[in-house]
């Protein structure tokens, strides 16, 4: 069974973008063109001949963040927080990233909690960490997993929670079309998985706007 499946997984595993052969910014200002003269416009009058080259600049930086490293912004920590150690919680990081299905924006905030080990973070870079992941191609639970991952790996923090809330628009301009509805994905580790009072007090927080 092992030797079936295998070959099956190996279709999925995700390429870095130094395995994957990257067109010309030539053949992407092509590419958008065909597109545009697919929709039935013409992409040679006046308001759409330099729209190639605004999508790939516009695309470069909606998707830079397959170039950085999010787990750098982590490595430096601070240990003189005068023996502060209860949680640290960042609310209401917005962020916009776009669906792998159909390369429409999503766009919300994520919450990132966690209870410091033996130091803590710049709170800045738990928003680095949020643009890096979201500045690519998603799924907002895999967007999810992954903010949580990086964390808990670089700081391993003894409890980690993490939620996002977002509005998708391929559920809004297309398919069902029903505006206004979030989705909340989150992930919890040590403390925070171990123990449903420590999620109680992270969602609490996280609604309490007025604090």
């Known amino acids: 069974m092992d030797a079936v499946l295998k070959p099956v997984e190996k279709r999925f595993e995700r ?12 053949e ?3 590419a ?5 003269a697919w929709t039935g416009d013409d992409p ?3 308001g759409l001949v330099e729209t190639p080259k605004r999508v790939v600049k516009a695309l470069s930086q909606l998707y830079s963040g397959y170039f950085e490293d999010p787990a750098e912004h982590l490595e430096r920590t601070f240990e003189d927080v005068g023996g502060y150690q209860d949680i640290v919680l960042v609310r ?12 429409l924006p999503f766009i919300g905030e994520a919450h990132i909690a966690y209870y410091p080990a033996e130091g803590v973070v710049g ?3 738990l928003a680095r960490v949020v643009d890096i992941y979201a500045k690519r191609l998603q799924t907002q639970e895999n967007l999810t997993a992954q903010i949580a991952s990086v964390i808990d790996d670089t700081l391993a923090p003894r409890g980690l929670a993490v939620m996002l809330e977002a509005e998708h628009q391929c559920m809004t301009m297309r398919g069902v079309q029903k505006p206004g509805v979030s989705t909340i994905t989150t992930q919890f580790t040590g403390v925070f998985q171990d123990d449903p009072a420590e999620q109680a007090k992270f969602m609490t927080m996280v609604r309490s706007k007025g604090l």
């Not at 390429?15 to 030539?26: A, I, V």
């Not at 958008?32 to 545009?36: H, N």
């Not at 209401?92 to 390369?103: K, N, Y």
């Open 123 to 125: 709170l800045s870079k």
């Open 15 to 26: 390429k870095s973008p130094e395995q994957l052969l990257r067109p010309s910014r030539e």
């Open 28 to 30: 992407v200002e092509a």
């Open 92 to 103: 209401g990081i917005p962020f916009h990233s776009h669906c792998e299905h159909h390369m």
């Open 32 to 36: 958008v063109r065909t597109i545009l």
């Open 44 to 46: 040679d009058r006046e």
